[in-house]
């Protein structure tokens, strides 16, 4: 078995107009940096984008909504980007901004073949409109299903031919989840390493998941951020 | 008037227990982790996917790979783990996290928290705050007590996009500390050199004062 693309170019070769994409990361930490890139030089345009938050102006999703090529954002944190926040009070761009924990949530169920789930964020919030509303041990609960998406891209620091994956720190975040998710999952990596080398008892994301990986490029890994004593 | 954010930050740090579990908002609560007693240990929890979050790191030792859900670079600890954000919630919901201290633009009698979205002006959405707020037994907020009109954020019902309903327990702002019980706002401390006629004046929603309102410990 060889998952095992160039780069991540090749990756992408049907990835489709007005695609449903999941983006693993959390602000510009763990974040699919050459897969952006590939997006962005082939200007698939129309996506529906599923990412915990939308980049900064010049980096990480920003650098897709700045070419305009993103219709939708589902989010839970999009601040920090300003080209962002004037497309959306523009009406530019349609955005579904929901709770960070249920936005995980809905990709782990996406991953766990369960299509909806319960849970008591958003309760009594604007966030409830339209859902069914349910009572446990007498407390309300709202009703989320699980994301459906054509691709999930996740970051990981080292891989393996087979699709088995470990990720860093706290650039894990979404993108374990993610990996579970998508319709076609492409993961790209810091390091590819050859199968065999990677401990089983540390491996993140079984190989299962993942349908197509790369050795990134050039990785910027940059911080929003820097904060020192 | 009253304490300054440091202040606010020192006096929450007060309600730390030892052996907590503890979510730090964005903001004056980020602070309060400069002002951990040293008799007591606490875990600090990072929604993003982090359990012991140090202090900043060194300039030496910066790490594009470990930030906290302000986006800070942080450091680990000995006994710090890390995860994804779907096991950070679920320990959230779950009820582990035994204190959560988040900011706020409006803070109702009734224990109900506006801090996500002000219509047609700023949409940067609500992160992890439904998801804490909805499931944390205990959720004190640091805020100022009035915003920068000099309106008061203590109000009778807000007007502002809720983020959770009848959840707030204590309001530690710039001139008082306050709990919420019986749909209502009882004023437990002042700040220095504030009077109480300055605290009912700057607090909108119902506030039943006790015959003596003692000066807070800073």
Known sequence: MNKIFKNAKDTIFDVKNNATIMLGG??????????????VAKNITGLTCISNNAGVDDFGIGLLLKTRQVKKMISSYVGENSEFERQLLNGEL??????????AERCRAAGAGIPAFYTPAGVGTEVAKNKEIKIFNGKEYLMELAFESDFAFVKAWKGDAIGNLIYRG?????????????????????????????????????GIYVDRVFEGKNYEKRIEKITTQ | ????????????????????????????????SNYIPDNISVIMQS???????GPFPNKDNVDSDLINAGKETVTTLDGSSLFSS???????RRGRVNLTVLGAMEVSQYGDIANWKIPGKMVKGMGGAMDLVASAKNI????????????????????????????????????AVIDIENEQFILKERAPGVSVGEIIAATEGELLVPDSVPEMDI
Do not use: W
């Open chain 1, 26 to 39: 959390f602000g510009l930490c763990g974040i699919p940096e050459n897969l952006i890139s590939a997006l």
């Open chain 1, 94 to 103: 349609e955005v579904d901004l929901i709770p960070q924990g249920t936005l």
């Open chain 1, 170 to 206: 706290t650039a894990r975040n979404f993108n374990p989840m993610m990996a579970t998710a998508g319709k076609i999952t492409i993961a790209e990596v810091e390091e590819l390493v050859p199968v065999g080398s990677l401990d089983p008892n540390t491996i993140h994301t079984p």
């Open chain 2, 1 to 32: 008037m009253g304490l300054t954010k440091f202040e606010i930050a020192k006096r929450i740090s007060k309600e730390l227990q030892n052996g907590y579990y503890v979510n730090l908002g964005i903001g004056i609560p980020t602070l309060i």
């Open chain 2, 47 to 53: 929604e993003n996917g982090l359990l012991g979050m």
């Open chain 2, 86 to 92: 779907a096991e950070s919630f679920a320990m959230i």
């Open chain 2, 140 to 175: 004190i907020v640091a805020m100022m007590h009035t915003n920068k009109k000099g309106e008061s954020k203590l109000l009778t019902k807000c007007s502002l996009p809720i983020t959770g309903i009848k959840c707030v327990k204590k309001i530690v702002t710039n001139l």
